[in-house]
């Protein structure tokens, strides 16, 4: 079946600094892929997503570019802000089951 | 607010006991997903229905576990005899069935169930 894998937390970076979490997928077919976003006691928000190869989502600053040769799709910010400190959930959709890998923790500090 | 809603958001009882939750999806929505997230995992997959069937069930889904949606709107998840291995967050998730967005499955804020 398909599965996720995403770096393992916690991330802790000062404001401004680089953000990279890596994700890669195994999956049959041609999955979708999402970022989600759960911030301190709310549910998950989905961040942003692409639909096919070579396809880059993008939302608040965030972008993860689907690559098909290397099963990837890693989320990046050029400059995080405190207000990312969340955790986030790589995850593929084929058909109508969602994967989420075991997510990242996120802290920002000021 | 138009989101996915469910009710209650914490829940704790005691092991043997039934317990039920609730999830209003988005009303446009004919998909609804039942998730368990445990602690420092992601969520799960547990089940989903389009309109009133449902239509695919994963095998963490125990006899103990039952889902309905009986209207295609609303859908409530029982747990009977309750464990202390059930305590968890169970997250709802609806999507469209047609056109754009398909998809993408839009969660609730979850309901937290603790077994003592």
């Known amino acids: 079946g398909d599965s996720v894998t995403q770096m393992e937390g916690p991330v802790t970076l000062s404001e401004e600094a680089f953000l990279t979490i890596n994700c890669t997928y195994t999956?049959?077919?041609?999955?979708?892929l999402f970022w989600y976003v759960q911030y301190p006691g709310e549910g998950l928000q989905l961040l942003l997503k692409?639909?096919?190869?070579?396809d880059k989502g993008s939302n608040k600053g965030f972008e993860a570019t689907y690559r098909k040769e290397t099963t990837s799709f890693h989320l990046e910010k050029g400059s995080v802000q405190v207000s990312d400190s969340a955790v986030y959930f790589c995850?593929?959709?084929?058909?109508?089951?969602?994967?989420f890998g075991t997510g990242t923790s996120l802290t920002v500090i000021p | 607010d138009t989101g996915v809603s469910q009710d209650p958001r914490h829940k704790i009882t005691k092991r043997g006991q039934n317990v039920t939750f609730r999830c209003d999806p988005i009303s446009e929505h004919n998909r609804l997903y039942w998730y368990r997230q445990t602690l420092g995992q992601g969520p799960e997959f547990l089940t989903y229905f389009q309109n009133e069937a449902q239509l695919e069930k994963s095998r963490l889904l125990s006899d103990r576990f039952s889902a309905e949606r009986p209207k295609g709107s609303f859908s409530t998840l029982e747990i009977q005899r309750t464990e202390q291995g059930d305590s968890a967050m169970y997250l709802c998730a609806s999507s469209p069935a047609v056109g754009m967005g398909t998809d993408t499955q839009y969660f609730g804020p979850g309901t937290r169930l603790t077994v003592l």
């Open positions: 995850a593929t959709n084929t058909g109508n089951q969602f994967y």
């Open positions: 999956a049959t077919g041609y999955p979708s």
């Open positions: 692409a639909t096919k190869a070579d």
